[in-house]
């Protein structure tokens, strides 16, 4: 593979800089954050307008027909600039989830709507016994609805529709479906609004493949790492500004060993984060065969790397990384989110010892 961006991938980054700068300051993000939603239609607009909603989909279904790479590339800079509202749970997640595992005319009715920006969704997975493990969750589906209830469901109040993940099932659930309530919860991150979602025989439509949700969970996983990393060069890039402005014992603070080391290990971390998640996507999108091997190292490495740089962060600003009015707090709440979301290090590092094993042939005995 090819370890450089191409030309077009390198501008298609570069503008995606510049949109999320010029449409989404933290002035704009921290007023999102403070609704309900922290969605903004017309921003929501401008993105579709720019192709970001269906980046990675094929044209057939009126997407830009580009791959997970390019989807990794808009999700850095989303995380760079803290971008609040649906477009992760939308394109990323359930996106990404509707490309593995519904039927053509299902991607017709669901992910195209995605792709034009005329609709949105998200998908719910986590319980309350059984985490976020879809092999033992317990919402019951028959003659076509839906039991239970569902936890953390990000942006599921501006969504158009739900996706469901049973146990041996995906659902598709449509905004205002009777029998269905989403009740706000309070969120670690104050950008990305979670929610819980109750069914009561809900009507719901299965999707055509849901063999394949790993694969789609796993297309998620490698997008949001890309998030993660993108927040952490923000983090990075305002820890070191500070460092070279700040001002102790008559020195600039950038100048002592100490911090030196500090900015040298956030470098690392993000850098080592980066390759992570791009070869994570890039493994996915050639259908390499150590492409759930490779998801896994990337979101393992990115959970422990963006809580490691948000503390190195706050501790290079000090106080000041603690006040309110320091944009700092709200990347830390957002990487303390995303370190648990689709799996925390733990849980990656198990799932990557079972597929070293089971990838490993047992000698029998004597041999």
């Not at 791959?67 to 990323?92: C, D, K, N, T, W």
Request: hydrophobic letters at 45%; charged letters at 25%; a negative charge.
């Amino acid at each position: 593979m090819d370890f450089g961006l191409s030309d077009s991938q390198q501008s298609l980054k570069d503008n995606a800089r510049k949109f999320f700068s010029m449409h989404c300051p933290m002035a704009e993000v921290r007023r999102l954050a403070e609704t309900d939603s922290a969605h903004d239609e017309a921003l929501w607009k401008k993105m579709a307008e720019q192709g970001y909603t269906g980046i990675c989909f094929s044209e057939e279904h009126d997407g830009a027909g580009l791959g997970l790479v390019e989807l990794a590339l808009i999700l850095e800079e989303a995380g760079r600039a803290l971008l609040p509202g649906p477009f992760f749970s939308s394109v990323a997640l359930a996106g990404a989830l509707l490309e593995a595992t519904a039927s053509e005319e299902q991607k017709k009715k669901y992910l195209a709507p995605i792709c034009r920006g005329e609709a949105r969704s998200t998908v719910a997975v986590y319980e309350a016994e059984s985490g976020w493990n879809t092999a033992e969750a317990r919402i019951a589906a028959g003659n076509g609805r839906l039991s239970g209830e569902k936890l953390f469901v990000p942006d599921a109040a501006v969504a158009s529709t739900i996706l469901v993940a049973g146990r041996d099932s995906v659902y598709v659930v449509e905004a205002g479906a009777p029998g269905m309530s989403i009740t706000p919860l309070r969120a670690m991150d104050l950008t990305r609004k979670v929610y819980a979602v109750t069914f009561a025989s809900t009507p719901a439509e299965k999707l055509a493949r849901p063999e394949n949700l790993e694969r789609g969970l796993d297309c998620a996983t490698a997008a949001l790492t890309a998030e993660m990393t993108g927040g952490m060069q923000r983090t990075l890039e305002s820890a070191v500004q500070y460092a070279k402005t700040r001002k102790q014992f008559g020195k600039i603070i950038g100048s002592f060993q100490a911090v030196q080391n500090l900015c040298a290990d956030m470098l690392l971390e993000t850098e080592s984060s980066r390759s992570a998640a791009y070869y994570a996507a890039w493994a996915l999108q050639e259908n390499a065969a150590d492409a759930a091997a490779a998801v896994s190292i990337a979101k393992l490495y990115a959970s422990d790397a963006c809580r490691t740089v948000g503390n190195r962060g706050i501790q290079i600003h000090g106080g000041m990384g603690f006040t309110w009015e320091n944009d700092l707090h709200l990347y830390y709440r957002r990487a303390k989110a995303s370190e648990t979301t689709l799996g925390d290090a733990s849980w990656h590092r198990e799932r990557l010892a079972r597929l070293v094993v089971d990838t490993v042939a047992v000698p029998r005995a004597g041999v």
